[in-house]
């Protein structure tokens, strides 16, 4: 059975559902936590539409009473964005030496993303049921996405203080700049490639563009 986020994905999405705070009682069961997340993931799999399953259904598949699924999750769509979340890969470490090289890991990690949405039907499935839930594509977008946009402009503040990027850009509207055309590419024109070497492509383009520039001489200047 494969998984889009690798070995321990499961177990990473059950974790984002157990940091909820305000609970009290009984630890949760990681054990319990990451055998919920698998049973909805195989009853998908398996050809089990988001509207087939149930509650009691993904309980029995995993093996557990359905009290233990409501003790954690209130109901089918917060159980879904935790699924979701544990299909989902870390955004990559950076190493921090290069501005550039920091700019195309993030980068190719969208990338990477969108090659394994078209690839996974399982994936589609699962960020299908989520978007079409404002109150959980927010809260994803919240917990997950903006992470990712808080790394890309850590790395461009980086830019800006070492003058490889000029100081009266807006770093927000850079960001958009930098995930833009791959955004497009991924999930507005699912029917163009994302080929390898498009976010070195991406980079060098945007950065050409932002780098400072040199000052202008005073006219009448006469170099020796």
Not at 134 to 139: C, G, K, N, Q, V
Request: charged letters at 30%; proline letters at 6%; a neutral charge.
């Amino acid at each position: 059975m494969s998984r889009v986020a690798g070995d321990g994905g499961a177990a990473a999405g059950a974790g984002a559902g157990a940091a909820a705070p305000g609970r009290r009682g009984r630890p949760r069961s990681a054990a319990a936590d990451s055998a919920i997340i698998e049973a909805v993931l195989r009853l998908i799999e398996d050809g089990c539409s988001i509207a087939e399953l149930s509650m009691e259904r993904i309980a029995r598949e995993a093996g557990v009473g359905k009290a233990t699924v409501y003790r954690r999750w209130s109901g089918k769509s917060a159980l879904m964005l935790d699924v979701m979340r544990s299909l989902d890969a870390p955004t990559p470490p950076l190493d921090g030496t290069s501005v550039r090289d920091d700019l195309v890991s993030l980068l190719e990690f969208l990338r990477r993303r969108g090659l394994a949405k078209r690839s996974s039907a399982l994936l589609r499935t699962v960020v299908s049921h989520v978007q079409a839930q404002p109150e959980l594509w927010a809260e994803y977008h919240e917990t997950v996405v903006r992470a990712r946009h808080e790394a890309l402009l850590g790395v461009l503040r980086r830019g800006v203080a070492n003058g490889e990027i000029r100081a009266d850009r807006d770093l927000d509207a850079l960001v958009d700049l930098f995930v833009g055309p791959m955004l497009a590419r991924a999930v507005l024109h699912d029917w163009k490639e994302l080929p390898e070497g498009l976010s070195e492509e991406i980079v060098d383009m945007v950065l050409e563009g932002v780098r400072p520039r040199p000052e202008a001489e005073p006219p009448g200047t006469v170099r020796p």
